[in-house]
Nanobody, 127 residues
Framework: QVQLVESGGDLVQPGGSLRLSCAAS????????IGWFRQAPGKEREGVSV????????YYADSVKGRFTISRDNAKNTVYLQMDNLKPEDTAVYYC????????????????????WGQGTRVTVSS
């Protein structure tokens, strides 16, 4: 069974940094596109960043470009989201996700492209 587990969420002050992790349980995510999404209170879930299986193709939402960095360590079966210069508007529950298509998938920030989702980790940016 495909399982994704997010961690690293916390309360942080504006301008601070966090690194989120997305780990696979019982399967290898090395062959999968992995996306990060977030859902703020009262808002729809939105795509934040995505990385291909090789780690050489990445996309970011305009709202996080230059502040967030996605990366992966396939040997550790983990994908990371480094978040710097955090703003209050980054407050949300962050989810990682994978498509069922495996290597056949192309990187996308569209929620509909992803089939497997983690439970989420909460990030709160507040002074």
């Amino acid at each position: 069974q495909v399982q994704l587990v997010e961690s690293g969420g916390d309360l942080v002050q504006p301008g601070g940094s966090l690194r989120l992790s997305c780990a696979a349980s019982g399967w290898s995510l090395a062959y999968y596109v992995i996306g990060w999404f977030r859902q703020a209170p009262g808002k729809e879930r939105e795509g934040v960043s995505v990385i291909n299986s090789g780690g050489d193709i990445t996309y970011y939402a305009d709202s996080v470009k230059g502040r967030f960095t996605i990366s992966r360590d396939n040997a550790k079966n983990t994908v990371y989201l480094q978040m710097d210069n955090l703003k209050p508007e980054d407050t949300a529950v962050y989810y990682c996700a994978a498509p069922s298509a495996g290597l056949a998938a192309t990187p996308s920030l569209k929620e509909s492209s992803f089939d497997y989702w983690g439970q989420g980790t909460r990030v709160t940016v507040s002074s």
